[in-house]
């Protein structure tokens, strides 16, 4: 008994939301495509405002403005086409019905949107006397010991042992490289063992301790 009651309920029901979604569709349709193109200018109407945001919400269709300030896109009769921009006021313009031809044309200028934020004290202390308690109470480091520590001899050789190659020790190297090659190919290669420089050097190298070993 109770199907039988809803059924008809229901079909009726199903019927009207048929009937009323083919409707607005058909209205859909029937609307006019208009062709909105125009220029944004700044409040003063003296440059352009590239980027700005040109779209009809909900409905997926959108662009942005050129260098130029310039934009175009087509859009429907009765569309709200919103005009947004970061720091700029934003605008709506709704397209008339019943427009007599294809295209409109906008100049349209955006006005800076100006926030004034309230004034924020930062205090991490509820009152000044707390808070110069605090300092008096800080213990602060000599900048000078730091600098000494940093300019110590031992400092200073761990730093030159650990720095990379110069450009001019790079290219000394190189063309210490260039002329060794260079006599292995034009010439044979000396013998130290026969150079009395170098045996000079080896000898105060000696007198100096620096084969002595290292603990």
């Given at each position: 008994?109770?199907?039988?009651?809803?059924?008809?309920?229901?079909?009726?029901?199903?019927?009207?939301?048929?009937?009323?979604?083919?409707?607005?569709?058909?209205?859909?349709?029937?609307?006019?495509?208009?062709?909105?193109?125009?220029?944004?200018?700044?409040?003063?109407?003296?440059?352009?405002?590239?980027?700005?945001?040109?779209?009809?919400?909900?409905?997926?269709?959108?662009?942005s403005s050129?260098?130029?300030?310039?934009?175009?896109?087509?859009?429907?009769?009765?569309?709200?086409?919103?005009?947004?921009?970061?720091?700029?006021?934003?605008?709506?313009?709704?397209?008339?019905?019943?427009?007599?031809?294809?295209?409109?044309?906008?100049?349209?200028?955006?006005?800076?949107?100006?926030?004034?934020?309230?004034?924020?004290?930062?205090?991490?202390?509820?009152?000044?006397?707390?808070?110069?308690?605090?300092?008096?109470?800080?213990?602060?480091?000599?900048?000078?010991?730091?600098?000494?520590?940093?300019?110590?001899?031992?400092?200073?050789?761990r730093?030159?042992?650990?720095?990379?190659?110069?450009?001019?020790?790079?290219?000394?190297?190189?063309?210490?490289?260039?002329?060794?090659?260079?006599?292995?190919?034009?010439g044979?290669?000396?013998?130290?063992?026969?150079?009395?420089?170098?045996?000079?050097?080896?000898?105060?190298?000696?007198?100096?301790?620096?084969?002595?070993?290292?603990?």
């Amino acid at each position: 008994m109770k199907n039988s009651i809803l059924l008809p309920f229901l079909s009726l029901l199903f019927v009207g939301f048929l009937f009323s979604f083919s409707s607005v569709h058909a209205q859909e349709r029937e609307r006019k495509v208009i062709q909105l193109s125009g220029v944004i200018l700044n409040a003063d109407s003296t440059d352009a405002v590239p980027g700005v945001n040109v779209y009809v919400p909900k409905k997926g269709r959108g662009t942005s403005s050129g260098r130029f300030g310039y934009f175009s896109m087509p859009v429907l009769e009765g569309d709200s086409i919103v005009f947004s921009f970061i720091g700029l006021k934003r605008q709506t313009f709704k397209v008339p019905d019943n427009v007599e031809n294809d295209r409109i044309s906008l100049i349209l200028t955006m006005e800076v949107d100006e926030i004034a934020l309230a004034e924020v004290e930062v205090m991490p202390y509820p009152t000044e006397e707390e808070f110069k308690k605090a300092v008096l109470a800080m213990n602060v480091v000599d900048p000078m010991s730091i600098s000494r520590a940093n300019m110590s001899p031992e400092m200073l050789l761990r730093w030159a042992e650990s720095m990379p190659a110069s450009g001019n020790e790079n290219f000394r190297y190189f063309q210490q490289g260039v002329m060794q090659q260079n006599q292995d190919i034009y010439g044979p290669r000396p013998l130290r063992l026969l150079d009395p420089f170098a045996w000079a050097q080896f000898i105060r190298s000696i007198k100096r301790g620096d084969l002595k070993s290292r603990d």
